[in-house]
Protein backbone atom coordinates (compact mmCIF):
# COMPACT_ATOMS: atom_id res chain seq x y z
CA UNK A 1 0.00 0.00 0.00
CA UNK A 2 2.88 2.37 0.41
CA UNK A 3 4.53 1.54 -2.51
CA UNK A 4 1.09 2.55 -4.42
CA UNK A 5 1.14 5.86 -2.19
CA UNK A 6 4.42 6.61 -3.10
CA UNK A 7 4.09 6.22 -6.43
CA UNK A 8 0.68 8.54 -6.57
CA UNK A 9 3.13 11.46 -4.98
CA UNK A 10 5.87 10.98 -7.49
CA UNK A 11 3.51 11.16 -10.08
CA UNK A 12 1.78 14.36 -8.77
CA UNK A 13 5.20 15.62 -8.10
CA UNK A 14 6.64 15.23 -11.54
CA UNK A 15 2.99 16.53 -12.89
CA UNK A 16 3.33 19.09 -10.73
CA UNK A 17 7.43 20.23 -12.21
CA UNK A 18 6.31 19.53 -15.99
CA UNK A 19 3.14 22.22 -15.10
CA UNK A 20 5.83 24.60 -13.66
CA UNK A 21 8.20 24.14 -16.85
CA UNK A 22 5.49 25.00 -19.14
CA UNK A 23 4.16 28.16 -17.63
CA UNK A 24 7.95 29.38 -17.06
CA UNK A 25 7.99 28.32 -20.97
CA UNK A 26 4.65 30.41 -21.55
CA UNK A 27 6.11 33.37 -19.22
CA UNK A 28 9.36 33.84 -20.89
CA UNK A 29 7.97 33.23 -24.63
CA UNK A 30 5.23 35.93 -23.58
CA UNK A 31 8.18 38.50 -22.33
CA UNK A 32 9.95 37.62 -25.51
CA UNK A 33 6.74 38.95 -27.93
CA UNK A 34 6.64 41.68 -25.79
CA UNK A 35 9.63 43.07 -24.62
CA UNK A 36 11.69 42.07 -27.71
CA UNK A 37 13.51 45.02 -29.95
CA UNK A 38 15.02 43.89 -33.11
CA UNK A 39 16.92 47.01 -33.37
CA UNK A 40 18.68 46.38 -29.70
CA UNK A 41 20.05 43.27 -31.48
CA UNK A 42 23.61 43.24 -31.08
CA UNK A 43 23.94 41.69 -34.57
CA UNK A 44 21.59 44.08 -36.13
CA UNK A 45 24.12 45.86 -38.60
CA UNK A 46 25.08 42.26 -39.99
CA UNK A 47 22.30 41.40 -40.46
CA UNK A 48 20.61 44.35 -42.11
CA UNK A 49 23.60 46.42 -43.35
CA UNK A 50 22.22 49.98 -41.74
CA UNK A 51 22.88 50.63 -38.29
CA UNK A 52 19.76 50.93 -35.99
CA UNK A 53 19.95 54.55 -35.75
CA UNK A 54 19.82 55.14 -39.58
CA UNK A 55 17.12 52.23 -40.64
CA UNK A 56 15.05 54.24 -37.54
CA UNK A 57 15.75 57.53 -39.50
CA UNK A 58 14.25 55.51 -42.48
CA UNK A 59 11.02 54.25 -40.71
CA UNK A 60 10.40 57.89 -39.74
CA UNK A 61 10.97 59.05 -43.41
CA UNK A 62 8.66 56.51 -44.80
CA UNK A 63 6.40 56.40 -42.47
CA UNK A 64 3.53 59.31 -43.33
CA UNK A 65 3.68 57.94 -46.66
CA UNK A 66 3.54 54.42 -46.03
CA UNK A 67 0.17 55.30 -43.59
CA UNK A 68 -1.07 57.12 -46.42
CA UNK A 69 -1.39 54.55 -48.60
CA UNK A 70 -2.60 52.53 -46.27
CA UNK A 71 -1.32 49.24 -46.99
CA UNK A 72 -3.17 46.20 -45.11
CA UNK A 73 -0.90 44.06 -42.69
CA UNK A 74 -0.89 43.76 -38.89
CA UNK A 75 2.89 44.00 -38.61
CA UNK A 76 4.41 47.20 -37.68
CA UNK A 77 5.88 49.35 -40.01
CA UNK A 78 9.27 49.05 -38.26
CA UNK A 79 9.10 45.49 -38.80
CA UNK A 80 7.59 45.66 -42.21
CA UNK A 81 11.14 47.87 -42.77
CA UNK A 82 13.48 44.96 -41.45
CA UNK A 83 11.68 42.57 -43.80
CA UNK A 84 12.82 44.35 -46.56
CA UNK A 85 15.86 45.45 -45.01
CA UNK A 86 16.96 41.68 -44.75
CA UNK A 87 15.33 40.56 -48.00
CA UNK A 88 18.40 43.52 -49.63
CA UNK A 89 21.01 42.84 -47.56
CA UNK A 90 21.22 39.16 -47.16
CA UNK A 91 20.23 38.94 -50.89
CA UNK A 92 17.60 35.60 -49.76
CA UNK A 93 13.86 35.49 -50.04
CA UNK A 94 11.46 35.41 -46.79
CA UNK A 95 11.82 31.65 -46.24
CA UNK A 96 15.35 32.62 -44.43
CA UNK A 97 13.92 35.24 -42.16
CA UNK A 98 12.76 33.08 -39.29
CA UNK A 99 16.15 31.58 -39.49
CA UNK A 100 18.40 35.21 -38.87
CA UNK A 101 16.10 37.51 -36.77
CA UNK A 102 14.19 37.23 -33.29
CA UNK A 103 11.30 38.16 -34.74
CA UNK A 104 8.50 35.46 -36.49
CA UNK A 105 7.33 36.52 -39.66
CA UNK A 106 5.09 34.35 -42.04
CA UNK A 107 6.12 33.96 -45.43
CA UNK A 108 3.13 35.87 -47.13
CA UNK A 109 3.40 38.44 -44.45
CA UNK A 110 6.78 39.02 -45.19
CA UNK A 111 6.50 39.02 -49.16
CA UNK A 112 3.67 41.55 -48.69
CA UNK A 113 5.76 43.78 -46.45
CA UNK A 114 8.81 43.81 -48.80
CA UNK A 115 6.51 44.56 -51.58
CA UNK A 116 5.18 47.51 -49.76
CA UNK A 117 9.07 49.06 -48.44
CA UNK A 118 9.78 49.32 -52.20
CA UNK A 119 6.52 50.62 -52.97
CA UNK A 120 7.17 53.13 -50.62
CA UNK A 121 10.55 53.80 -51.42
CA UNK A 122 9.62 54.50 -55.08
CA UNK A 123 7.10 57.16 -54.30
CA UNK A 124 8.34 60.24 -55.86
CA UNK A 125 8.76 62.34 -52.89
CA UNK A 126 11.10 59.88 -50.98
CA UNK A 127 13.22 59.09 -54.08
CA UNK A 128 13.73 62.86 -54.99
CA UNK A 129 14.93 63.43 -51.14
CA UNK A 130 17.59 61.34 -51.28
CA UNK A 131 18.62 60.64 -55.33
CA UNK A 132 18.45 64.00 -57.42
CA UNK A 133 20.71 66.82 -59.20
CA UNK A 134 18.73 69.34 -56.90
CA UNK A 135 19.26 72.89 -57.60
CA UNK A 136 21.44 74.73 -59.29
CA UNK A 137 23.09 76.36 -56.15
CA UNK A 138 23.17 72.89 -54.88
CA UNK A 139 25.31 71.57 -58.01
CA UNK A 140 27.51 74.29 -58.12
CA UNK A 141 28.27 73.73 -54.73
CA UNK A 142 28.87 69.77 -56.02
CA UNK A 143 31.22 71.13 -59.08
CA UNK A 144 33.39 73.10 -56.48
CA UNK A 145 33.26 70.11 -54.11
CA UNK A 146 34.80 67.75 -56.76
CA UNK A 147 37.04 70.28 -58.10
CA UNK A 148 38.81 70.71 -54.83
CA UNK A 149 39.06 67.31 -53.86
CA UNK A 150 40.49 65.69 -58.00
CA UNK A 151 41.32 69.16 -59.78
CA UNK A 152 39.20 69.25 -62.72
CA UNK A 153 36.90 71.76 -63.13
CA UNK A 154 33.31 71.62 -63.93
CA UNK A 155 32.56 68.11 -63.10
CA UNK A 156 29.24 67.39 -61.54
CA UNK A 157 30.24 63.66 -61.34
CA UNK A 158 31.11 60.23 -61.56
CA UNK A 159 29.20 57.45 -64.17
CA UNK A 160 29.68 53.74 -64.69
CA UNK A 161 27.55 50.62 -64.35
CA UNK A 162 27.66 47.74 -61.63
CA UNK A 163 25.57 44.68 -61.68
CA UNK A 164 23.20 44.15 -59.12
CA UNK A 165 22.04 40.16 -58.96
CA UNK A 166 18.49 39.66 -59.07
CA UNK A 167 16.07 36.09 -59.41
CA UNK A 168 16.28 34.08 -62.25
CA UNK A 169 14.13 36.08 -64.45
CA UNK A 170 10.89 33.49 -66.39
CA UNK A 171 11.19 35.97 -69.57
CA UNK A 172 14.27 36.63 -71.75
CA UNK A 173 16.50 34.54 -69.23
CA UNK A 174 19.40 35.03 -71.30
CA UNK A 175 19.50 38.35 -71.47
CA UNK A 176 20.54 38.59 -67.66
CA UNK A 177 23.00 36.06 -67.59
CA UNK A 178 26.49 37.57 -67.15
CA UNK A 179 30.02 36.14 -67.83
CA UNK A 180 29.96 34.31 -64.16
CA UNK A 181 26.65 32.47 -65.50
CA UNK A 182 24.45 34.92 -62.24
CA UNK A 183 21.55 36.67 -63.18
CA UNK A 184 22.38 40.34 -63.06
CA UNK A 185 20.51 44.20 -64.09
CA UNK A 186 23.73 46.55 -65.28
CA UNK A 187 22.48 49.38 -62.88
CA UNK A 188 24.14 53.25 -64.34
CA UNK A 189 24.91 55.03 -61.72
CA UNK A 190 25.88 58.73 -60.92
CA UNK A 191 28.14 59.77 -57.60
CA UNK A 192 29.90 62.76 -56.19
CA UNK A 193 33.12 62.96 -54.71
CA UNK A 194 31.76 62.29 -51.36
CA UNK A 195 29.90 59.08 -52.70
CA UNK A 196 26.47 61.07 -52.93
CA UNK A 197 24.02 59.09 -55.13
CA UNK A 198 22.78 61.61 -57.75
CA UNK A 199 21.39 59.47 -60.56
CA UNK A 200 19.98 55.78 -61.02
CA UNK A 201 18.96 53.56 -63.80
CA UNK A 202 18.07 50.12 -63.07
CA UNK A 203 16.23 49.16 -65.98
CA UNK A 204 18.25 47.25 -68.45
CA UNK A 205 19.81 43.19 -68.30
CA UNK A 206 23.51 42.78 -67.89
CA UNK A 207 23.59 42.02 -71.52
CA UNK A 208 23.43 45.85 -71.98
CA UNK A 209 26.35 47.86 -72.66
CA UNK A 210 27.15 50.81 -70.71
CA UNK A 211 27.36 53.26 -73.71
CA UNK A 212 24.23 52.14 -74.95
CA UNK A 213 22.12 52.46 -71.43
CA UNK A 214 23.94 56.11 -71.40
CA UNK A 215 22.58 56.50 -75.09
CA UNK A 216 19.46 56.32 -73.87
CA UNK A 217 19.21 57.48 -70.21
CA UNK A 218 16.75 60.28 -69.29
CA UNK A 219 20.03 61.50 -67.53
CA UNK A 220 21.89 62.24 -70.95
CA UNK A 221 19.09 64.73 -71.92
CA UNK A 222 19.54 66.55 -68.81
CA UNK A 223 23.08 66.70 -69.04
CA UNK A 224 23.15 67.57 -72.89
CA UNK A 225 20.16 70.52 -71.66
CA UNK A 226 22.53 71.51 -68.96
CA UNK A 227 25.26 72.19 -71.47
CA UNK A 228 23.20 73.73 -74.00
CA UNK A 229 22.61 76.37 -71.79
CA UNK A 230 26.01 78.04 -72.05
CA UNK A 231 26.96 76.12 -68.96
CA UNK A 232 30.06 74.15 -68.93
CA UNK A 233 29.79 70.63 -67.19
CA UNK A 234 30.68 67.08 -67.19
CA UNK A 235 30.45 63.62 -66.28
CA UNK A 236 33.62 61.66 -66.29
CA UNK A 237 33.01 57.73 -67.30
CA UNK A 238 35.60 55.32 -68.20
CA UNK A 239 36.42 54.64 -72.12
CA UNK A 240 33.53 51.95 -71.76
CA UNK A 241 31.46 55.09 -72.82
CA UNK A 242 31.62 57.68 -75.41
CA UNK A 243 33.48 60.83 -75.68
CA UNK A 244 30.47 64.06 -75.56
CA UNK A 245 30.22 67.22 -74.75
CA UNK A 246 28.78 66.32 -71.05
CA UNK A 247 30.60 63.12 -70.60
CA UNK A 248 34.65 62.81 -70.36
CA UNK A 249 36.53 59.77 -71.06
CA UNK A 250 40.39 58.97 -70.60
CA UNK A 251 42.67 59.16 -73.34
CA UNK A 252 44.07 55.65 -73.84
CA UNK A 253 48.01 54.79 -74.71
CA UNK A 254 48.97 58.42 -73.70
CA UNK A 255 52.56 59.04 -73.52
CA UNK A 256 54.15 59.49 -70.12
CA UNK A 257 54.78 62.99 -68.50
CA UNK A 258 52.13 64.67 -71.37
CA UNK A 259 49.43 66.82 -70.84
CA UNK A 260 47.24 64.42 -72.25
CA UNK A 261 48.80 61.68 -69.34
CA UNK A 262 48.22 63.67 -66.45
CA UNK A 263 44.76 64.19 -67.51
CA UNK A 264 43.83 60.81 -67.66
CA UNK A 265 45.60 59.93 -64.33
CA UNK A 266 43.57 62.24 -62.74
CA UNK A 267 40.74 61.18 -64.13
CA UNK A 268 41.17 57.59 -63.16
CA UNK A 269 42.02 58.76 -59.53
CA UNK A 270 39.02 60.82 -59.45
CA UNK A 271 36.44 58.51 -61.28
CA UNK A 272 37.83 55.96 -58.42
CA UNK A 273 35.00 57.56 -56.77
CA UNK A 274 31.86 55.84 -58.37
CA UNK A 275 33.98 52.54 -57.76
CA UNK A 276 33.87 53.05 -54.09
CA UNK A 277 30.26 53.99 -53.99
CA UNK A 278 29.98 50.48 -55.45
CA UNK A 279 32.04 49.12 -52.57
CA UNK A 280 29.66 50.71 -49.99
CA UNK A 281 26.54 49.62 -51.45
CA UNK A 282 27.61 46.02 -51.92
CA UNK A 283 30.01 45.90 -48.58
CA UNK A 284 27.65 48.31 -46.49
CA UNK A 285 30.62 48.98 -44.81
CA UNK A 286 31.36 53.02 -44.05
CA UNK A 287 33.38 54.73 -46.36
CA UNK A 288 36.72 56.20 -45.63
Known sequence: MSG???????????????????????????????????YEDPNFHSTYRLTPDLALAIVNDLKPIWQQHQYSSSLPIELKLLCALHFFAQGSYQKSLTKDVDFKVSQPNSS??????????????IIKKWI????????????????????????????????????????????????????????QMVCDSSLKILNVCARYPDATHDSFIWRFSALRKVM???????????????????????????????EENTP?????????????????????????DDPQ
Open 224 to 254: MYLNGEGNTCWLLGDSGYPLEPCLLTPILNA
Open 260 to 284: QSQYTNTHIRSRNSIERCFGVLKSF
Open 4 to 38: IVALILHRRVRNHEKEKLRMQTMIRNKRFRNLSNP
Open 112 to 125: RAIKEAVATLNQPK
Open 132 to 187: NFSNRPQMEATVLRNYQKFGIPEVLGYIDGTHIKLKKPTQHEELYVNRKGEHTLNA
